[in-house]
Nanobody
Framework: VQLVESGGGLVQAGGSLRLSCAASGFSFDDYVIGWFRQAPGKEREGVSCINIRDDNPYYTDSVKGRFTISRDYAKHMVYLQMNNLKPEDTAVYYC???????????????????WGQGTQVTVSS
């Protein structure tokens, strides 16, 4: 099982980044896949995820209207388009997957089955 993130980096406030997560080794459409983030000194929080089977997205309130999650079923990829980034979005972003049978929103890290290695997103003011 692998979740491999890419696309993090350094951007100025108001800028954009797109994170990608490549999934392999499990039944893609049986899962909810998305992103957690963890800022220094803070708990890991669920940011956004998508039910692969029905394409239903979920967003935490602080990113609604700025972030868009999508999936490419054929490529087993999940994307997080992040626009109008703010300094408070600075964190390590982790791709995660949870069986859709057990999934509930809000999303808690203890419930995820698989994790990626994380990618740093830094937003300068």
């Amino acid at each position: 099982v692998q979740l491999v993130e890419s696309g993090g980096g350094l951007v100025q406030a108001g800028g954009s980044l797109r994170l990608s997560c490549a999934a392999s080794g499990f039944s893609f459409d049986d899962y909810v896949i998305g992103w957690f983030r963890q800022a220094p000194g803070k708990e890991r929080e669920g940011v956004s995820c998508i039910n692969i089977r029905d394409d239903n997205p979920y967003y935490t309130d602080s990113v609604k209207g700025r972030f868009t999650i999508s999936r490419d079923y054929a490529k087993h990829m999940v994307y997080l388009q992040m626009n109008n980034l703010k300094p408070e979005d600075t964190a390590v972003y982790y791709c995660a997957a949870e069986s859709r049978q057990s999934f509930l929103w809000p999303w808690y890290e203890s419930e995820s089955d698989y994790w990626g290695q994380g990618t740093q997103v830094t937003v300068s003011s």
